[in-house]
């Protein structure tokens, strides 16, 4: 399925839309816990706990809608079944 592959691209794309429309979001958080000024440049800088809450949220967020769509894929398709071997989809 094209739908986890999709949301993570977007959900990575998101660091550039905030940065281009100066929206301050999660990925901004993360980059800014990462990184931080040094005059015209960044330079690297970890606020370590702040990186981990950071990148912890895009975590599960990525794991929770993948298991939704699991979830909802076997549910629409009834050829799709949970722990079963036997019938395999060919």
Same mark, same amino acid.
């Given at each position: 399925?094209?739908?986890?592959?999709?949301?993570?691209?977007?959900?990575? +794309? @998101? !660091?550039? &839309?905030?940065?281009?429309?100066?929206?301050?979001?999660?990925?901004? /958080?993360?980059?800014?816990? #990462?990184?931080?000024?040094?005059?015209?440049?960044?330079?690297?800088?970890?606020?370590?706990?702040?990186?981990?809450?950071? +990148? @912890? !949220?895009? &975590?599960?967020?990525?794991?929770?809608?993948?298991?939704?769509?699991? /979830?909802?894929?076997?549910? #629409?398709?009834?050829?799709?079944?949970?722990?079963?071997?036997?019938?395999?989809?060919?």
């Amino acid at each position: 399925s094209e739908i986890p592959n999709t949301f993570v691209f977007v959900m990575s +794309s @998101s !660091f550039l &839309i905030e940065r281009y429309y100066n929206i301050h979001g999660v990925t901004w /958080l993360l980059f800014d816990s #990462l990184f931080a000024p040094f005059g015209e440049a960044y330079g690297l800088a970890v606020d370590l706990p702040l990186a981990m809450a950071a +990148s @912890s !949220f895009y &975590i599960f967020l990525s794991l929770g809608l993948v298991l939704i769509i699991d /979830l909802v894929s076997a549910w #629409l398709d009834p050829r799709i079944r949970m722990f079963q071997k036997d019938r395999v989809i060919s």
